[in-house]
Each structure stands twice: as structure tokens, then as C-alpha cells.
């Protein structure tokens, strides 16, 4: 999974407690998003990020906010973690529209 | 509800057989990609096909894109202990730069 890379890799939280999920490319994509994977459920987009600077909402963005302040970085943070926030986030960056992404190696999170 | 209805599930096989992993939908895709994840790693892109009826070859595995674009099939000759994983297929939506998944299939390849 060159060229993507996501902090850390594995992290348990108390509810209510906060962090912040790393990504950083080194591809020059426009192109970023965050996902999460459950068993049975495949990866569902949290937030994307068009170009430095846009961020927009993905079919389960509650309880996540997202920066994109540069070209190369795309940061997910948990205000107040929930155990339903439990799962294994996946950051990607588009290669190119209709050819595929690449992948970080995930953060497996925990929120007891 | 899933966009993208991926089957079966679960596979167990014997290293030598052949096997067909679909995906499908109600909806058109402008491209649909297969991945492949092992795990503690990020999904990997095996291949997108984009034009209905492509079929592409890599190796063993060919795939297929339906007619209508609905849909797609992953078939495994001969399979292989280090074919093992999961296997995810993703359309993609609005302007080609957002993916939907399906569920994924478990292959266990047993030698």
C-alpha cells in the first residue's frame, strides 16, 4: 500500500474520549476519502475530499469530522468515540476517476 | 441495504477447483472494480472494467462486466492456497471518483 499512509495502526479509546486519524499521501492525488470497514458490511465512504481545502459527507459521516488542509494530508477526527465507532478505518486516494483507489493499511479501533 | 449484493459470502474450496464470485445490482455503474484484501492489509486493486460485456483476464482470474453494467462476475481457475482472501467487488457512482462496495466474499483455498 505504498504511497498512502495512515497513524496510527491500531488504537483503544474510552467513550467520550477524542482522536484523530491520520492519512498522508505521497501520490499528488486531489482525490481522499475515509472509510470504515465492518464484518458483513464491506467499506462505507465516511467523508471525501475532492481537492485541499473541499470535504464532503459520505453515507455515514455522524459522529466524524474530517480537515484537508494541503494536497497531502487528510485527517478523520472522533469528537466523543462511541462504541458503535468501533471498527477498522481505511483511508484511499483516487488514481483516477473510474480506474480505482489505493489504500491505506488501516487503523484498527477500539472504543470500549 | 446493500447497493451491491455480493455472493456467497463464504467459500471454502479444495486447491485445484475452479470457482465464480458475483456481484450485483440494481444500478448502473460507470466502471466496477475488484479488490482483493488479506488480512490486517488495505483492499488491493485486481482490475476495473468499464465498458458493458469487458471481460479482462489477469492470470487465473477473469472478470467480467455485465451488458448493463449492473453487474459483474470474478471466476478463479484452478485455485490456489495463495488465493485466500477477501474479495471485494466496488462500483463506482456520480463522475467515476466515488466507490460503493459490496459485503465481500471469503475465499479459503485449502491444500
Known amino acids: 500500500n505504498a504511497g498512502v499512509t495512515q497513524t496510527p495502526k491500531f488504537q483503544v479509546l474510552k467513550t467520550g474520549q477524542s482522536m484523530t486519524l491520520q492519512c498522508a499521501q505521497d501520490?499528488?492525488?486531489?482525490?481522499m476519502y475515509w472509510y470504515r470497514q465492518d464484518p458483513g458490511m464491506g467499506l462505507r465512504l465516511i467523508y471525501y475530499s475532492a481537492s485541499e481545502g473541499t470535504t464532503d459527507k459520505g453515507e455515514v459521516p455522524n459522529g466524524y469530522n474530517v480537515s484537508r488542509l494541503n494536497k497531502r494530508e487528510f485527517s478523520l477526527r472522533l469528537e466523543s468515540a462511541a462504541p458503535s465507532q468501533t471498527s477498522v478505518y481505511f483511508c484511499?486516494?483516487?488514481?483516477?476517476?473510474?480506474?480505482?483507489?489505493?489504500f491505506g493499511s488501516g487503523t484498527r479501533l477500539t472504543v470500549v | 441495504t446493500q447497493l451491491l449484493e455480493q455472493s456467497p459470502q463464504f467459500l471454502s474450496i479444495q486447491e485445484g477447483e475452479n470457482l465464480t464470485v458475483y456481484c450485483n445490482s440494481s444500478?448502473?455503474?460507470?466502471?466496477l472494480q475488484w479488490y482483493r484484501q488479506e488480512p490486517g492489509e488495505g483492499p488491493v486493486l485486481l482490475v476495473t472494467?468499464?465498458?458493458?460485456?469487458e471481460v479482462k483476464k489477469l492470470k487465473r482470474l477473469t472478470f467480467q462486466f455485465g451488458d448493463a453494467r449492473k453487474d459483474s462476475s470474478l471466476h478463479i481457475t484452478a485455485a490456489q492456497p495463495g488465493d485466500t482472501g477477501l474479495y471485494l467487488c466496488a462500483g463506482a457512482i456520480g463522475y467515476g471518483n466515488k466507490l460503493v462496495f459490496g459485503a465481500g466474499t471469503i475465499l479459503r483455498v485449502k491444500s
Open positions: 484511499a486516494i483516487l488514481l483516477r476517476p473510474n480506474y480505482g483507489y489505493t
Open positions: 472494467v468499464v465498458t458493458g460485456g
Open positions: 501520490m499528488n492525488h486531489n482525490s
Open positions: 444500478s448502473v455503474f460507470s466502471s
